[in-house]
């Protein structure tokens, strides 16, 4: 079976720095792939070279049998590959659906659309109740789930999520975790980028642990999460 996604020895610069030196690693579809390590160690740059707002070095990617290079980033998502960014990015100022009705820029079926913000209040039950308020009132635990509800709406085949756990509470972290899981049983693909190792390989089929521009270890996200060196490094233990 070929890979949904496959990623073959890409690397990616800012001018002189190099901040992806050659990494490979696929998603197959259904599945979830966590890309895991340190601030710098390049996961960003990997997920926005692939949605392609970054244009690569070198390297090749292959999403759903077509090759991605020179891709414009509009084409990109209407392929099947949506990004929710570090950050969130949501409009603060447009309403929470909105918001969601941009995530659908692409798409012209219009039944279909409703359909999916409906879907996006059954996933997150706070989007509906709040969804004529401006979306910056939300928290920011709530503006999480806004974006993915948001990259959702393009009905894509593979997720990227970069940092969804950031800032919130251990309670609305869970919650994320658990609506990715969710969204697994659904049939979406998810390849997520996490600082927090422990929550990312708890779900993950595979994980890829990047330093410095480099996949150091690969394995299944159960082998990773009981892994000596992985458990030191990213779990801090002793
Ligand atoms: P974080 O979790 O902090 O986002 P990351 O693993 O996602 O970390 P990247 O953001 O991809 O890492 O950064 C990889 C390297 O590229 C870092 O050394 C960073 O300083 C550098 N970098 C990122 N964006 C730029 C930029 N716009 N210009 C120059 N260097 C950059």
Redesign the pocket.
């Known amino acids: 079976m070929t890979a949904l996604l496959e990623v073959e020895d890409l690397r990616v610069a800012?001018?002189k720095?190099e901040?992806?030196k050659g990494i490979s690693f696929s998603v197959e579809a259904g599945q979830i792939v966590t890309l895991i390590?340190?601030?710098?160690?390049?996961?960003?740059?990997?997920l926005?070279t692939l949605s392609g707002l970054l244009k690569p070095l070198s390297g090749k990617v292959t999403f759903d049998g077509r090759p991605l290079g020179g891709t414009p980033a509009h084409k990109i998502v209407a392929m099947g590959l949506a990004h929710s960014p570090?950050g969130r990015h949501i409009f603060p100022r447009l309403t929470i659906s909105d918001n969601l009705r941009l995530g659908a820029y692409l798409r012209d079926d219009k039944d279909g659309i409703e359909k999916d913000i409906q879907r996006a209040y059954d996933l997150f039950p706070i989007l509906g109740e709040r969804r004529k308020q401006a979306a910056g009132t939300l928290s920011g635990g709530e503006q999480q789930m806004l974006a993915m509800g948001r990259a959702l709406m393009s009905k894509p085949k593979l997720l990227m999520l970069?940092?969804p756990s950031m800032g919130l509470s251990p309670i609305m972290m869970q919650k994320i975790m658990e609506t990715i899981s969710e969204l697994k049983s659904q049939g979406t693909t998810i390849l997520l980028?996490e600082?927090n190792a422990q929550a990312a390989l708890s779900l993950a089929d595979h994980g890829h642990v990047?330093e410095?521009?480099k996949v150091v270890l690969s394995g299944t996200g159960q082998d990773l999460l009981h892994d000596e060196s992985v458990r030191k490094a990213y779990l801090g233990e002793d």
């Open positions: 800012y001018g720095i901040a992806v390590g340190t601030n710098g160690a390049g996961k960003t740059t990997t926005r570090e970069d940092e980028v600082q990047m410095i521009g």
